[in-house]
């Protein structure tokens, strides 16, 4: 008797097992969440730019940030002055509800910061102190705060750089791209794709 029962609830685990199984592997996969211990997929630009792909994730479109057509691959810049290239942003859509996007620029918001360390010296040359820089407070744009860019669109933006008079010498090279830059859309996910990188000697 006791074995009989132990079949039948060994028979029903089972089953809810297999009822659990087909359900995951049925059900589409969830867009991506943030801020809620929720795993995001790892896509590629090329995955974001397929809209089969990109669509499944809930990422409705895209924004390209590529150099304008004279723009430098690398700048070098004194202390006191400034330097601006033109970057060129173009929205991608995949979802036909999805007309525009607005696109906030503003170095100190949201998107990518840059931060490089620098170190102080004495006059021995030995280190002293160690210290971060925020490049982004350095950063302005031309149009600057939220701009509406239509599908299909491309809005050229001027990205000025000024390095002060007191920058730090020990700052190594870096590599400058859209800081500040957020996106949001009435529905999905918007990401920027930036092909838009300038090496700065300062």
């Known amino acids: 008797m006791r074995i009989k029962k132990k079949l039948v609830l060994l028979a ?3 089953i809810v097992v297999a009822s659990l ?3 995951f592997q049925s059900s589409p996969k969830s867009p991506p969440m943030k801020g809620i211990g929720v795993s995001i ?28 057509p004279n723009a430098p691959k690398s700048m070098t810049i004194r202390k006191g002055e400034e330097a601006s290239i033109t970057v060129l942003l173009h929205f ?17 918001g949201e998107g ?9 010296v004495d006059e021995k040359g030995n280190v002293v102190s160690r210290g971060v820089i925020n490049i982004n407070e350095f950063v302005r744009y031309n149009p ?3 701009v509406t860019i239509h599908a299909d669109e491309n809005l050229p933006v001027t990205l000025t750089i000024r390095v002060p008079i007191d920058f730090p010498g020990s700052v190594s090279p870096f590599q400058l791209g859209l800081v ?15 092909d838009a990188r300038v090496m700065v000697y300062a």
Do not use: W
């Not at 859509?93 to 525009?100: M, R």
């Not at 500040?180 to 930036?194: D, M, N, T």
């Open 112 to 120: 990518l910061k840059i931060e490089q360390s620098y170190v102080i």
């Open 144 to 146: 600057s705060g939220t």
């Open 21 to 23: 199984v087909a359900y």
């Open 180 to 194: 500040g830059v957020s996106v949001k859309a009435s529905k999905g996910y918007i990401p920027v794709l930036c």
């Open 41 to 68: 997929p790892s896509l590629t630009n090329d995955d974001i730019r397929n809209p089969e792909i990109a669509l499944e994730y809930g990422f409705t479109g895209y924004v390209e940030a590529t150099l304008g």
């Open 92 to 108: 991608v859509s995949h979802d036909p509800e999805v007309k525009e996007v607005q696109v906030t620029l503003n170095p100190e």
């Open 12 to 14: 029903f685990a089972l």
